[in-house]
């Protein structure tokens, strides 16, 4: 779970602020079968375009773009972050990251073709800021990605319930529905390399009480987890009143 956007401000992430070490492992395991990746190209393929990746966290996500996109932009407002996305992606010609907020990206207007934000905007109402300001930095036809936990997807959407007072992802949907986005289910599955590991990220990911009843329910090393993919693509022309 990235820092969640809203509003008025960011609301530091409980985890990978506080846990970094940790959460690289969390993101290795996430998407072991890469089926997010495949809904992403399927959706809004980034070959030779202009991509910036909101709340990049420490960078994790940055090098897959820059395989094969033109140029990556990280933007994230956390300076530690800032400062271990730039010293994982120096070597590459093609990435810069940037310190700054969803509200107030540090770009100027048109110059993304895809705005990414993974586990940033999943709690919906309140983001309308930094939606606006994506529509801003994203020239025509360009798409912006959301990529979220489905808190309807059994047994991590469960537990994401349980532990957030006042999730709905019923309001969540319906949020980005009247938004305009189109919704993309997909079922992955994180695959961590030990035992301890899985306990230990569940332990940052949730409150103890929930942690423990996460544990109790996972047997081994695998925990199935749904995704929603929003994709939202900026007119090309001019939009005439209804």
């Keep these: 779970m990235r820092a969640r956007l809203t509003a008025v401000h960011v609301l530091p992430s409980p985890n990978i602020w506080q846990w970094p070490e940790l959460y690289a492992v969390e993101n290795r395991a996430?998407?072991?079968?890469?089926?997010?990746?495949r809904a992403l190209r399927a959706e809004c393929d980034w070959v030779g375009q202009d991509v910036v990746d909101v709340g990049c966290g420490d960078g994790f996500h940055l090098s897959v773009f820059a395989t094969d996109a033109a140029s990556v932009t990280g933007v994230e407002p956390h300076p530690p972050l800032v400062e271990r996305a730039k010293a994982r992606t120096h070597d590459a010609d093609n990435i810069r990251v940037l310190e700054g907020g969803a509200q107030r990206l540090p770009?100027?207007?048109?110059?993304?073709d895809l705005v990414h934000a993974r586990t940033a905007y999943f709690f919906g109402p309140g983001c309308e800021p930094g939606l606006m300001e994506t529509d801003r930095v994203l020239r025509p036809g360009g798409a912006l990605a959301i990529v979220d936990l489905d808190g309807a997807a059994p047994p991590y959407g469960r537990w994401l319930c349980d532990d957030v007072r006042g999730y709905d992802p019923v309001a969540v949907q319906r949020f980005f529905d009247e938004q305009g986005f189109s919704t993309r289910h997909?079922?992955?599955t994180w695959r961590f390399e030990r035992r301890a590991?899985?306990?230990?990220?569940l332990r940052i990911e949730f409150s103890a009480?929930?942690?423990e009843r996460a544990i109790a329910e996972t047997a081994g090393t695998e925990i199935p987890v749904g995704y929603r993919l929003h994709v939202r693509r900026k007119p090309t022309g001019i939009i005439l009143p209804s």
Aim: hydrophobic share 40%; glycine share 8%; net charge negative.
């Design 30 to 37: 996430q998407d072991s079968t890469g089926e997010i990746w």
């Design 107 to 112: 770009l100027p207007d048109g110059c993304a």
């Design 186 to 188: 997909v079922r992955t």
């Design 197 to 201: 590991d899985l306990e230990a990220v």
């Design 209 to 211: 009480k929930v942690a």
